[in-house]
């Protein structure tokens, strides 16, 4: 069994995906990031970073009881070791595979993040921030787009944890106002064969589809709630 520290947004979605395509039993403690369940010293026991998802196998393969594992794109990859599933055998399409897992964690996901703080919740508005990031945004996209126009998926022919790792961000391109379909064809056409996967239809159902709360184009969060995501009670409960 595997206990799914879970918020819905695209980062949660990712792992719900996973463990979904992979068949394996899990469990979801479901967190309310607004109202500060991330910052719970428990949970940092599980995640010294203190954000979701994060996963705890209490049967990990190599023995020796419970294993916690933060950050997604080391779940993506912890889950598709432990299966054997999900990351192509061949040796260069996996390295492949892991090129592009990485570029969305290190480059996709924090770089739609300032974008998306910048337009969405910062308090004032802010020209460069703004620019800067959303053209950052736009730029990661064409990367995106082109590599899509030339692969049907991420690593190759086969689909794999990178193409779990992007697609549910389709959930905060709508709140940036991107349009798949018109801006990004061969995106959209990617995004549309996985939406129709069985697993990725239950891995975002019911407790685990984005709640509007956190698709505001405009967020609206009262000044304990802007704590909670960005200000004092973030960083408190990291402080030695
Ligand atoms: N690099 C991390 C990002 C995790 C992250 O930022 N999670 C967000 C939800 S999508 C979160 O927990 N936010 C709450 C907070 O920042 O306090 C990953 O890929 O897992």
Known sequence: MIDL?????????????????????????????FEGDQHAPEFGRI????????????DPSFGGGPHAVFESGAILQYLAEKTGKLLPRDPRQRSVAIQWLTWQVAGLGPMGGQAAHFVRYAPERIEYAIERYTKELARLMQVLERRLGE?????????????????????????????????????WRWF?????????????????????KYLQKKAKLTPDQWSNMFGERMHKAVRL
Do not use: C
């Open 5 to 33: 520290h879970f918020v819905a947004t695209p980062n949660g979605q990712k792992i719900s995906i996973a463990l979904e395509e992979l068949e394996l039993p899990y469990r979801v403690i479901s967190y309310d990031i």
């Open 47 to 58: 995640n010294p970073n203190h954000k979701l998802p994060a996963i705890v196998d209490q």
């Open 151 to 187: 692969a049907e998926y991420l690593a190759g022919d086969e689909y794999s944890i990178a193409d779990i790792a992007v697609w549910p961000g389709r959930a905060a391109a709508g709140t940036m106002s991107i349009d798949l379909q018109q801006q990004y064809p061969n995106t």
């Open 192 to 212: 549309s064969k996985i939406a129709e996967r069985p697993a990725v239809i239950r891995g975002r159902d019911a407790e685990k589809a984005v709640p509007e």
